[in-house]
Nanobody
Framework: QVQLVESGGGLVQTGDSLRLSCAAS????????MGWFRQAPGKEREFVAS????????NYSDSMKGRFTISRDNAKNTLYLQMNSLKPEDTAVYSCAASYSRVVPAPRQANQYTYWGQGTQVTVSS
């Protein structure tokens, strides 16, 4: 079965860094664009970053560009999100997702994604 399993979340202090991982199985990882989304309590799901099949194209939310870096290792079927200079407002459940879009290599819209992980909690204390 298709699985996307996030890991690497936790409790950190303002200014700290975390690296999230998303392990994919049950589908051809290298055929899909991949994305990270987050959802904080009481807020809608928000786009974080995305990356094309080969990794040559990346997209970021404006508020996270410069702090977060998305990457992938197709040989390991793994997606990553490096998060630096974390702020309390980054506190959320972070989920990875896979897209089969042939038009947009690294989609920003949630409705372009087919498979979703359950998420990993990131908490940033002030």
């Amino acid at each position: 079965q298709v699985q996307l399993v996030e890991s690497g979340g936790g409790l950190v202090q303002t200014g700290d860094s975390l690296r999230l991982s998303c392990a994919a199985s049950g589908f051809t990882f290298s055929s899909c664009g991949m994305g990270w989304f987050r959802q904080a309590p009481g807020k809608e799901r928000e786009f974080v970053a995305s990356i094309s099949r080969s990794g040559d194209t990346t997209n970021y939310s404006d508020s996270m560009k410069g702090r977060f870096t998305i990457s992938r290792d197709n040989a390991k079927n793994t997606l990553y999100l490096q998060m630096n200079s974390l702020k309390p407002e980054d506190t959320a459940v972070y989920s990875c997702a896979a897209s089969y879009s042939r038009v947009v290599p690294a989609p920003r819209q949630a409705n372009q994604y087919t498979y979703w992980g359950q998420g990993t909690q990131v908490t940033v204390s002030s």
